[in-house]
Protein backbone atom coordinates (compact mmCIF):
# COMPACT_ATOMS: atom_id res chain seq x y z
CA UNK A 1 0.00 0.00 0.00
CA UNK A 2 1.94 3.38 -1.34
CA UNK A 3 0.12 6.42 0.28
CA UNK A 4 0.63 8.72 -2.94
CA UNK A 5 -1.22 6.25 -4.79
CA UNK A 6 -4.11 5.93 -2.21
CA UNK A 7 -4.25 9.94 -2.22
CA UNK A 8 -4.84 9.89 -6.10
CA UNK A 9 -8.89 8.85 -5.27
CA UNK A 10 -11.45 9.84 -3.48
CA UNK A 11 -11.00 10.24 -0.05
CA UNK A 12 -10.69 11.51 3.49
CA UNK A 13 -7.91 11.97 5.76
CA UNK A 14 -7.63 12.78 9.41
CA UNK A 15 -6.41 16.18 8.79
CA UNK A 16 -8.82 17.01 6.11
CA UNK A 17 -11.55 16.02 8.50
CA UNK A 18 -10.14 18.12 11.19
CA UNK A 19 -9.46 20.92 8.72
CA UNK A 20 -13.31 21.18 7.61
CA UNK A 21 -14.05 21.13 11.65
CA UNK A 22 -11.54 24.45 11.99
CA UNK A 23 -12.81 25.86 9.26
CA UNK A 24 -15.11 25.05 6.02
CA UNK A 25 -13.81 28.28 4.35
CA UNK A 26 -10.17 27.28 4.78
CA UNK A 27 -10.86 23.65 3.17
CA UNK A 28 -12.96 24.62 0.30
CA UNK A 29 -10.17 26.94 -0.67
CA UNK A 30 -7.46 24.65 -0.31
CA UNK A 31 -8.63 21.36 -0.74
CA UNK A 32 -11.63 21.98 -3.29
CA UNK A 33 -10.31 24.44 -5.64
CA UNK A 34 -6.80 24.75 -4.60
CA UNK A 35 -6.31 28.38 -4.14
CA UNK A 36 -2.22 29.44 -4.00
CA UNK A 37 -1.59 29.92 0.07
CA UNK A 38 -0.30 33.23 0.67
CA UNK A 39 2.83 31.43 2.07
CA UNK A 40 4.13 28.38 3.79
CA UNK A 41 3.90 28.01 7.72
CA UNK A 42 7.46 27.33 9.54
CA UNK A 43 6.24 25.12 11.34
CA UNK A 44 5.00 23.04 8.88
CA UNK A 45 7.96 22.71 7.43
CA UNK A 46 10.14 22.25 10.71
CA UNK A 47 7.71 19.21 11.33
CA UNK A 48 8.47 17.81 8.10
CA UNK A 49 12.02 18.10 8.83
CA UNK A 50 11.81 16.18 12.12
CA UNK A 51 9.76 13.88 11.39
CA UNK A 52 12.51 12.36 8.57
CA UNK A 53 14.74 12.54 11.50
CA UNK A 54 12.68 9.88 13.52
CA UNK A 55 12.01 7.89 10.63
CA UNK A 56 15.35 7.39 10.04
CA UNK A 57 16.46 6.72 13.58
CA UNK A 58 13.58 3.92 14.09
CA UNK A 59 14.46 2.43 11.01
CA UNK A 60 18.13 1.86 12.27
CA UNK A 61 16.49 0.77 15.63
CA UNK A 62 14.53 -1.50 13.65
CA UNK A 63 18.02 -3.20 11.99
CA UNK A 64 19.51 -3.02 15.10
CA UNK A 65 21.36 0.39 15.46
CA UNK A 66 20.43 2.97 18.04
CA UNK A 67 21.68 6.40 15.95
CA UNK A 68 23.73 8.90 17.90
CA UNK A 69 22.73 12.23 19.34
CA UNK A 70 25.23 13.88 17.31
CA UNK A 71 24.19 11.77 14.09
CA UNK A 72 20.19 13.02 14.58
CA UNK A 73 21.40 16.58 14.91
CA UNK A 74 23.47 16.15 11.37
CA UNK A 75 19.95 14.83 10.17
CA UNK A 76 18.30 17.55 10.98
CA UNK A 77 20.41 19.94 9.61
CA UNK A 78 20.77 17.60 6.55
CA UNK A 79 16.41 18.08 6.18
CA UNK A 80 16.05 21.24 7.02
CA UNK A 81 18.67 22.74 4.96
CA UNK A 82 16.80 20.49 2.13
CA UNK A 83 13.74 21.78 3.11
CA UNK A 84 14.22 25.46 3.90
CA UNK A 85 17.24 26.90 2.64
CA UNK A 86 16.61 29.95 0.50
CA UNK A 87 12.50 29.65 0.12
CA UNK A 88 11.19 33.28 0.16
CA UNK A 89 7.26 31.67 0.72
CA UNK A 90 8.30 30.13 3.86
CA UNK A 91 6.81 32.90 6.78
CA UNK A 92 8.65 32.25 10.15
CA UNK A 93 7.06 34.15 13.48
CA UNK A 94 8.53 37.03 14.53
CA UNK A 95 12.06 36.82 16.19
CA UNK A 96 12.37 33.29 14.33
CA UNK A 97 14.84 32.71 10.92
CA UNK A 98 16.12 29.69 9.07
CA UNK A 99 19.05 29.88 11.54
CA UNK A 100 17.27 29.98 14.74
CA UNK A 101 15.41 27.18 13.55
CA UNK A 102 17.74 24.72 12.71
CA UNK A 103 19.51 25.66 16.42
CA UNK A 104 16.04 24.96 17.67
CA UNK A 105 15.37 21.61 15.89
CA UNK A 106 19.09 20.30 16.64
CA UNK A 107 18.50 20.70 20.81
CA UNK A 108 14.54 19.01 19.98
CA UNK A 109 16.85 15.94 18.11
CA UNK A 110 19.46 15.75 20.59
CA UNK A 111 16.83 16.19 23.80
CA UNK A 112 14.85 13.12 21.70
CA UNK A 113 17.51 11.12 21.45
CA UNK A 114 18.64 11.23 25.22
CA UNK A 115 15.24 10.99 26.88
CA UNK A 116 13.90 8.40 24.57
CA UNK A 117 12.93 5.07 26.70
CA UNK A 118 15.79 2.06 25.94
CA UNK A 119 12.93 -0.40 25.59
CA UNK A 120 10.80 0.61 22.74
CA UNK A 121 8.80 -2.46 22.21
CA UNK A 122 9.11 -4.47 18.83
CA UNK A 123 8.95 -1.86 15.64
CA UNK A 124 6.13 -3.21 13.39
CA UNK A 125 5.64 -0.20 11.26
CA UNK A 126 7.28 3.08 10.28
CA UNK A 127 5.85 5.37 8.25
CA UNK A 128 3.08 3.11 7.79
CA UNK A 129 0.28 4.18 5.55
CA UNK A 130 -3.74 2.44 5.89
CA UNK A 131 -6.48 2.95 4.08
CA UNK A 132 -10.35 1.41 5.49
CA UNK A 133 -14.10 1.49 4.32
CA UNK A 134 -16.37 3.56 6.77
CA UNK A 135 -20.30 2.45 6.23
CA UNK A 136 -22.13 4.91 5.06
CA UNK A 137 -18.91 6.58 3.83
CA UNK A 138 -18.01 6.29 -0.03
CA UNK A 139 -14.90 6.84 0.16
CA UNK A 140 -11.85 5.09 2.02
CA UNK A 141 -10.40 6.81 5.03
CA UNK A 142 -6.27 7.12 4.75
CA UNK A 143 -3.41 8.26 5.98
CA UNK A 144 -0.16 6.86 7.88
CA UNK A 145 0.62 5.57 11.13
CA UNK A 146 4.18 7.74 12.12
CA UNK A 147 5.15 4.60 14.28
CA UNK A 148 3.85 1.56 15.16
CA UNK A 149 4.82 -0.57 18.30
CA UNK A 150 4.32 -3.92 19.50
CA UNK A 151 4.76 -5.24 22.81
CA UNK A 152 5.89 -8.86 24.45
CA UNK A 153 1.81 -9.08 25.77
CA UNK A 154 0.85 -8.20 21.85
CA UNK A 155 -0.14 -4.81 22.89
CA UNK A 156 -0.29 -2.63 19.88
CA UNK A 157 0.59 0.89 20.39
CA UNK A 158 0.17 3.50 17.89
CA UNK A 159 2.71 6.82 17.85
CA UNK A 160 2.35 10.13 16.24
CA UNK A 161 4.96 12.41 16.36
CA UNK A 162 4.10 16.02 17.64
CA UNK A 163 6.18 19.38 17.49
CA UNK A 164 4.77 21.49 19.65
CA UNK A 165 5.61 24.80 21.73
CA UNK A 166 3.58 23.59 24.77
CA UNK A 167 2.82 20.30 26.86
CA UNK A 168 -0.26 18.37 26.40
CA UNK A 169 -3.45 17.94 28.73
CA UNK A 170 -5.39 14.67 29.28
CA UNK A 171 -8.28 17.04 27.43
CA UNK A 172 -5.77 17.17 24.65
CA UNK A 173 -5.38 13.69 23.98
CA UNK A 174 -8.75 11.96 25.06
CA UNK A 175 -10.23 14.08 22.75
CA UNK A 176 -7.93 14.24 20.04
CA UNK A 177 -9.68 13.32 16.85
CA UNK A 178 -6.72 11.94 14.61
CA UNK A 179 -6.08 9.16 17.34
CA UNK A 180 -9.34 7.58 17.39
CA UNK A 181 -9.22 7.36 13.71
CA UNK A 182 -5.73 5.88 13.66
CA UNK A 183 -7.66 3.23 16.30
CA UNK A 184 -10.51 2.66 13.86
CA UNK A 185 -7.93 2.14 10.84
CA UNK A 186 -5.99 -0.94 13.20
CA UNK A 187 -9.31 -2.20 14.35
CA UNK A 188 -10.09 -2.61 10.46
CA UNK A 189 -6.75 -3.39 9.28
CA UNK A 190 -6.11 -6.93 11.46
CA UNK A 191 -5.71 -5.76 15.05
CA UNK A 192 -9.15 -6.06 15.82
CA UNK A 193 -8.79 -8.42 18.50
CA UNK A 194 -5.90 -6.80 20.31
CA UNK A 195 -5.58 -4.08 23.19
CA UNK A 196 -4.40 -0.63 21.75
CA UNK A 197 -2.77 2.07 23.17
CA UNK A 198 -2.70 5.42 21.59
CA UNK A 199 0.40 7.87 22.24
CA UNK A 200 2.00 11.31 21.45
CA UNK A 201 5.89 11.44 21.16
CA UNK A 202 6.21 15.12 21.54
CA UNK A 203 8.98 17.50 21.20
CA UNK A 204 8.09 20.38 23.15
CA UNK A 205 9.67 23.96 22.32
CA UNK A 206 10.18 25.34 25.64
CA UNK A 207 13.20 27.18 26.13
CA UNK A 208 14.69 23.77 27.83
CA UNK A 209 13.28 21.30 25.25
CA UNK A 210 11.66 18.49 26.21
CA UNK A 211 10.34 15.07 25.10
CA UNK A 212 7.21 14.11 26.59
CA UNK A 213 4.82 10.71 25.43
CA UNK A 214 1.42 11.08 26.42
CA UNK A 215 -0.56 7.55 26.12
CA UNK A 216 -4.81 7.30 26.20
CA UNK A 217 -6.87 5.06 24.81
CA UNK A 218 -10.33 5.22 22.72
CA UNK A 219 -13.78 3.19 23.79
CA UNK A 220 -16.49 1.80 21.32
CA UNK A 221 -18.20 5.37 22.51
CA UNK A 222 -15.38 7.29 20.94
CA UNK A 223 -15.00 5.60 18.54
CA UNK A 224 -18.76 6.06 17.63
CA UNK A 225 -18.73 9.68 18.09
CA UNK A 226 -15.70 9.74 15.39
CA UNK A 227 -17.91 7.80 13.39
CA UNK A 228 -20.69 10.28 13.24
CA UNK A 229 -18.65 13.37 12.99
CA UNK A 230 -16.93 12.08 10.04
CA UNK A 231 -20.22 11.30 8.36
CA UNK A 232 -21.67 14.83 9.25
CA UNK A 233 -18.10 16.47 7.44
CA UNK A 234 -18.71 14.20 4.40
CA UNK A 235 -22.03 15.39 4.13
CA UNK A 236 -21.24 19.05 4.51
CA UNK A 237 -18.59 18.33 2.29
CA UNK A 238 -21.02 16.41 -0.51
CA UNK A 239 -23.50 19.47 -0.24
CA UNK A 240 -21.45 22.31 -0.69
CA UNK A 241 -21.37 23.61 2.91
CA UNK A 242 -18.14 25.36 3.54
CA UNK A 243 -18.40 27.83 6.22
CA UNK A 244 -15.61 30.15 7.41
CA UNK A 245 -14.75 30.37 11.24
CA UNK A 246 -13.59 33.19 12.09
CA UNK A 247 -13.25 32.09 15.95
CA UNK A 248 -10.95 29.32 15.00
CA UNK A 249 -7.27 29.50 16.99
CA UNK A 250 -5.93 28.47 13.36
CA UNK A 251 -7.18 31.97 11.84
CA UNK A 252 -4.60 34.38 12.94
CA UNK A 253 -2.15 31.91 11.05
CA UNK A 254 -4.19 30.94 8.11
CA UNK A 255 -2.26 30.47 4.54
CA UNK A 256 -5.75 31.54 2.74
CA UNK A 257 -6.19 34.93 4.26
CA UNK A 258 -5.95 37.23 0.70
CA UNK A 259 -8.73 34.32 -0.46
CA UNK A 260 -11.07 34.86 2.30
CA UNK A 261 -10.91 38.33 2.27
CA UNK A 262 -12.07 38.57 -1.35
CA UNK A 263 -14.41 35.26 -0.43
CA UNK A 264 -16.32 37.75 2.07
CA UNK A 265 -16.11 40.48 -0.83
CA UNK A 266 -17.24 37.93 -3.27
CA UNK A 267 -14.38 38.66 -5.13
CA UNK A 268 -11.81 36.23 -7.58
CA UNK A 269 -9.34 34.31 -5.54
CA UNK A 270 -6.40 33.08 -7.68
CA UNK A 271 -5.97 29.31 -8.12
CA UNK A 272 -3.30 26.79 -8.37
CA UNK A 273 -1.76 26.07 -11.93
CA UNK A 274 -2.29 22.48 -12.79
Known amino acids: MDLQELRQQPHLSASAISGYMDCGLSYYLGRII ?16 VHAVL ?28 MAEDRNDIQYKPGQDYASLLLEGKELVVTFCHQLPEDTGTIIGIEEPFAFELEGLPMPIIGAYDLVLEDAAGTITIVDHKTSSRAFSNADMDKNLQLTIYQMAAR ?14 ALIKTKIPKFEQYYTIRSEWDELKARRKILSVYEGISKGVFMPNEESWKCAGCQYKTACKAWFEGGAYAQKSN
Do not use: C, M
Not at 36 to 49: C, I, K, R, Y
Not at 55 to 81: D, I, V
Not at 188 to 198: D, S, T
Open 34 to 49: GVSPDFTPAPLVFGSA
Open 55 to 82: AEFYQALANGKRLSARTLGALFEHYWQQ
Open 188 to 201: ANGFAGREILLRFD
